[in-house]
C-alpha cells in the first residue's frame, strides 16, 4: 500500500483424514476438511 501500511489476505484449505480404532478395530472415519480466511494489516513505525 505505501512505506508504512501493508496487507496480507490468504486462504487455505486443509483436508486431513483419519480411521478410528479402538482395540485394534476400526470404527470411524474421520474427516475434516476447514477452509482458513486471514487478514492482515500491518503498520511500520
Given at each position: 500500500m505505501s512505506d508504512r501500511w501493508s496487507v496480507n489476505f490468504d486462504v487455505k484449505k486443509v483436508q486431513r483424514r483419519s480411521d478410528v480404532?479402538?482395540?485394534?478395530?476400526?470404527?470411524?472415519?474421520?474427516?475434516?476438511?476447514?477452509?482458513?480466511?486471514?487478514?492482515?494489516?500491518?503498520?511500520r513505525f
Open positions: 480404532f479402538i482395540s485394534g478395530t476400526k470404527v470411524s472415519a474421520v474427516k475434516v476438511d476447514p477452509l482458513m480466511v486471514g487478514l492482515v494489516v500491518g503498520y
